[in-house]
């Protein structure tokens, strides 16, 4: 088995073809090429729609949490107003939550939140 393999290895170094050619190179990289062409915004647009659906959903545990400090004030007999709600968030949030975030306080409810982090921002829900 060996003694063939290396026959062959010598019939190929006899016949003159020891590597690929130039033109046979050029055309291997000319075709990664064009699928690095192809691929790279497509993958540009996959990670901005995470980045998208992150914000959002970020967008809604803030809302979750504004609206579990709503309920909180309103069981202490607190007046419910957009600062009360913000500051209660913090602790609602924890430390590891971060990015900026506007809470809409309407008659005691909930209106909406509006996160932002360095690529953009998000309203929950939606409008």
Partial sequence: MLYRAMLK?????KNGKKAFT????I???AIIGVLVAILVPTMMGFVTQAQDQTRLANARSVYSAA???????QSQNQQVTQAAVEAALPNLLGSQFTG????TVTGGLVESVTFTDANGSATYPVP
Avoid: H, S
């Fill in 22 to 25: 130039l033109i046979e190179l």
């Fill in 100 to 103: 900026n975030y506007t809470v």
């Fill in 27 to 29: 055309v291997v990289i």
């Fill in 9 to 13: 290895r010598e019939n190929a170094k």
């Fill in 67 to 73: 609206t579990a400090a709503v309920a909180q004030l």
